[in-house]
């Protein structure tokens, strides 16, 4: 399967630059996997689509400010992006200029805040060790940015932008601290419609992914089956592990929200034969061809060209009906990627 056969052309105008001004307000688009059929509705509408013979699984993860600044005694400004956390006080980093930083130098952050540079590795990667006084994270809140994807480029940036970004490119239900990227098919989300989703009978559960920079990572092989996904972190806790194996047995629908939360129930029913209360990792690279176990449907944004996440798309609903689908959804002028609008794959 080639990597030209997942190009498709957008407009930049239709790249979301800032999210809707109420996040229930985004459009959704509804796809019909089976006959086709695709409606265009608003995200409030998604509590019609779903009832009492539906399991919703989400993503609780929490986006860390990860886009730090820090100085070398030299003066030299350095950019530093957290990735993983391997160890207590103990990342793996972007650095940038990575050529100005040398194991053992150290970067001023703030007064408690310093960042060692501990080993370097190929591409701006390295590992460093984080001195600080205090929670690491509540100092983090205050001299982190939000580190928003590359497509989003305003040509300026204020207090008030950064608030904005802060609440709302975070789930509503965000919890465990650790993505560097949101599940950003779970910013549409309102406690309400949660709520009213549970009031119909629908089961709410969560697992936790936390996203890394693999998640976004471009395929760069003509042949995909050639690309290697990065590993990814991800935890099931022992009532959800019990909700969907139950409901799988009910053959009850499951409903995954985002492509990190299929990948995590995917990953663990093709290691374990079932879904248990687990801490695992995934490097699950999921294209057309596959064949789903545990996800039924989908709640999902729009993806990147040629990326991992819209071939899983293609796999769950047929690539012709996805082409189809984003096809119509640029006619409409849909907003497009994380701070756009999304689709309910059904």
Sequence with gaps: ???????????????????????????????????????????????EYLGENDVLVLNNTRVIPARIYATKITGAHIEIFLLKEIKKDYWEVLLRPAKRIKSGDIMTVSPELSVEAIEKYDGGKALVKLNYKGDFFEILDRVGKIPLPPYIERKMTNEELDRLDYERYQTVYAEDKGSVAAPTAGLHFTKEILDKLRDKGVQVCFVTLNVGLGTFKPVTVENIEDHKMDNEVFSINEDTAKIITEAMRQKKRIVAVGTTTTRTLETTFQKYGEIKAVKDSSEMFIYPGYKFKVVDALITNFHLPKSTLIMLVSALAGKDNIFNAYKEAIEKKYRFYSYGDCMFIK
């Excluded at 080639?2 to 959704?28: G, H, M, N, T, V």
């Design 1 to 47: 399967m080639k990597l030209s056969e997942f190009d498709y052309d957008l407009p930049d105008k239709l790249i979301a630059q800032f999210p809707a001004q109420k996040r229930e307000d985004s459009r959704l688009l509804v796809l019909d996997r089976n006959n086709k059929k695709i409606e265009h509705r608003h995200f409030y509408d998604i509590v």
